[in-house]
């Protein structure tokens, strides 16, 4: 038997249960629902206070019994779990010997590593839950209400669109912001995608998401974010791609319809350049292509090496400041500040962490799945956009991470006759 019929035989879900794949619907959609909270904060510069973060306190909770599905389906990858755990101790380390007091923030904080981590292993875990049930097809009520709940995930991304474009605010934090609004475009994008049969046909809600997260990067790029045009750029054909039927007449009409949307909103931004105004793009308008986070971000590289310099086998988490650079002044790009921040170690831990996520995906064969594949590319796209313009503690990163140490199959097992 080869691998291919070996994980055939070995990848339906052991069980599936109704009450998990409930938790896991009710796990994505609190998910989506908490992070447009936080993005209202961030957007309009308001403290958060514990009812706030309720959300993320029920999800907790949630993720106990989600986790007990996951160890009973096989579905951790142990070997990154190890190793973000070893590149996590060497971390700590890092920041406790550069005594910036940092700890909390970049490990436990809502936007410390460790926390995205986690959210990305609950969200990948509850997504599994909720398409083993709808594909089994044992629950059939359950098909019916993950379609109609999605129509009211979509609610909170309407509601912080219409809220922001009707009352803008100067943001003070835009780069949080822009993370956030990242992973809330990813699971809502991944969530639609779960609740796609494997030939399910026409996709109504992954349509309108399309176009909600379209108006949403614009509200974020008036926020002076240039992180979040560049990711949508990316994201946007690899998605419609990955959660349309083009065998559906209505898919088709809606990729006609999007074309030339796109097109139409390009005339209009490089040509009269309203859409442009009071963003970072701005000075296309006048013929010059320039943004200037871009051009500051290139400017940076030429300090890699003399940070590099400063500790080159383990890395030093301060290391801009000892190679006599100002704060801030760190590199942007999650390859070079692994290099700097991290050392080689600690760049050949993540390193090695994707290679298990890559081997590991290739003997399952869930990367040739739809879903997976989709899931895959997302990871891929992020790993990219981050290695080119932001530091290696960036919440997206760190959320695939999480997700991606939690297989969308089950565990290839042994018991089959090779």
Same mark, same amino acid.
């Given at each position: 038997?080869?691998?291919?019929?070996?994980?055939? %035989?070995?990848?339906?879900?052991?069980?599936?249960? !109704?009450?998990?794949?409930?938790?896991? $619907?009710?796990?994505?959609?609190?998910?989506?629902?908490?992070?447009?909270?936080?993005?209202?904060?961030? %957007?309009?510069?308001?403290?958060?206070?514990?009812?706030?973060?309720?959300?993320?306190?029920?999800?907790?909770?949630?993720?106990?019994?989600?986790?007990?599905?996951?160890?009973?389906?096989?579905?951790?990858?142990?070997?990154?779990?190890?190793?973000?755990?070893?590149?996590?101790?060497?971390?700590?380390?890092?920041?406790?010997?550069?005594?910036?007091?940092?700890?909390?923030?970049?490990?436990?904080?809502?936007?410390?590593?460790?926390?995205?981590?986690?959210?990305?292993?609950?969200?990948?875990?509850?997504?599994? %839950?909720?398409?083993?049930?709808?594909?089994?097809?044992?629950?059939?009520?359950?098909?019916?209400?993950?379609?109609?709940?999605?129509?009211?995930?979509?609610?909170?991304?309407?509601?912080?669109?219409?809220?922001?474009?009707?009352?803008?605010?100067?943001?003070?934090?835009?780069?949080?912001?822009?993370?956030?609004?990242?992973?809330?475009?990813?699971?809502?994008?991944?969530?639609?995608?779960?609740?796609?049969?494997?030939?399910?046909?026409?996709?109504?809600?992954?349509?309108?998401?399309?176009?909600?997260?379209?108006?949403?990067?614009?509200?974020?790029?008036?926020?002076?974010?240039?992180?979040?045009?560049?990711?949508?750029?990316?994201?946007? !054909?690899?998605?419609?791609?990955?959660?349309?039927?083009?065998?559906?007449?209505?898919?088709?009409?809606?990729?006609?319809?999007?074309?030339?949307?796109?097109?139409?909103?390009?005339?209009? %931004?490089?040509?009269?350049?309203?859409?442009?105004?009071?963003?970072?793009?701005?000075?296309?308008?006048?013929?010059?292509?320039?943004?200037?986070?871009?051009?500051?971000?290139?400017?940076?590289?030429?300090?890699?090496?003399?940070?590099?310099?400063?500790?080159?086998?383990?890395?030093?988490?301060?290391?801009?400041?000892?190679?006599?650079?100002?704060?801030?002044?760190?590199?942007?790009?999650?390859?070079?500040? $692994?290099?700097?921040?991290?050392?080689?170690?600690?760049?050949?831990?993540?390193?090695?962490?994707?290679?298990?996520?890559?081997?590991?995906?290739?003997?399952?064969?869930?990367?040739?799945?739809?879903?997976?594949?989709?899931?895959?590319?997302?990871?891929?796209?992020?790993?990219?956009?981050?290695?080119?313009?932001?530091?290696?503690?960036?919440?997206?990163?760190?959320?695939?991470?999480?997700?991606?140490?939690?297989?969308?199959?089950?565990?290839?097992? !042994?018991?089959?006759?090779?």
């Amino acid at each position: 038997m080869d691998v291919s019929t070996l994980y055939r %035989a070995s990848s339906r879900p052991i069980s599936v249960n !109704p009450v998990m794949a409930f938790f896991g $619907l009710a796990f994505v959609g609190i998910l989506i629902a908490q992070t447009t909270r936080i993005l209202y904060m961030d %957007a309009n510069s308001v403290q958060s206070s514990p009812v706030d973060l309720a959300g993320y306190f029920l999800n907790s909770a949630i993720g106990i019994a989600l986790l007990y599905y996951g160890l009973q389906n096989r579905l951790i990858r142990y070997n990154v779990l190890i190793t973000i755990g070893i590149f996590v101790f060497l971390l700590t380390l890092n920041i406790n010997r550069s005594s910036n007091g940092e700890l909390f923030s970049v490990l436990l904080s809502r936007y410390g590593i460790i926390i995205a981590f986690f959210i990305g292993v609950g969200t990948a875990i509850a997504l599994h %839950a909720l398409r083993s049930n709808i594909n089994s097809g044992s629950t059939k009520w359950f098909s019916g209400l993950v379609n109609f709940s999605l129509y009211f995930f979509l609610l909170p991304i309407a509601f912080i669109v219409l809220n922001y474009l009707e009352n803008r605010v100067e943001t003070e934090s835009y780069q949080q912001v822009s993370s956030n609004a990242i992973i809330l475009i990813c699971v809502a994008l991944l969530t639609v995608a779960a609740a796609k049969k494997e030939h399910g046909g026409g996709n109504i809600p992954g349509y309108i998401l399309l176009v909600l997260c379209t108006f949403l990067v614009y509200a974020i790029a008036l926020m002076q974010s240039t992180s979040i045009v560049a990711f949508w750029l990316v994201i946007f !054909p690899v998605a419609l791609l990955s959660i349309t039927d083009t065998s559906t007449k209505i898919a088709r009409v809606f990729i006609t319809i999007t074309i030339v949307f796109i097109v139409y909103w390009l005339v209009i %931004a490089f040509f009269l350049g309203d859409l442009l105004t009071d963003t970072r793009f701005e000075a296309i308008n006048d013929g010059v292509l320039e943004i200037s986070s871009v051009q500051s971000r290139l400017s940076l590289l030429s300090g890699f090496s003399d940070q590099f310099a400063v500790a080159p086998l383990l890395g030093a988490f301060d290391a801009e400041l000892r190679a006599g650079y100002f704060s801030g002044n760190y590199m942007h790009s999650i390859l070079l500040s $692994l290099l700097t921040h991290m050392g080689i170690i600690g760049t050949l831990l993540i390193a090695l962490a994707v290679y298990f996520i890559w081997k590991d995906g290739r003997v399952t064969g869930e990367f040739r799945q739809s879903f997976g594949r989709f899931y895959y590319r997302l990871f891929l796209a992020i790993i990219f956009l981050g290695t080119l313009f932001t530091f290696f503690t960036w919440m997206p990163f760190w959320f695939f991470l999480g997700s991606m140490s939690v297989r969308t199959v089950n565990e290839v097992t !042994p018991k089959a006759n090779l």
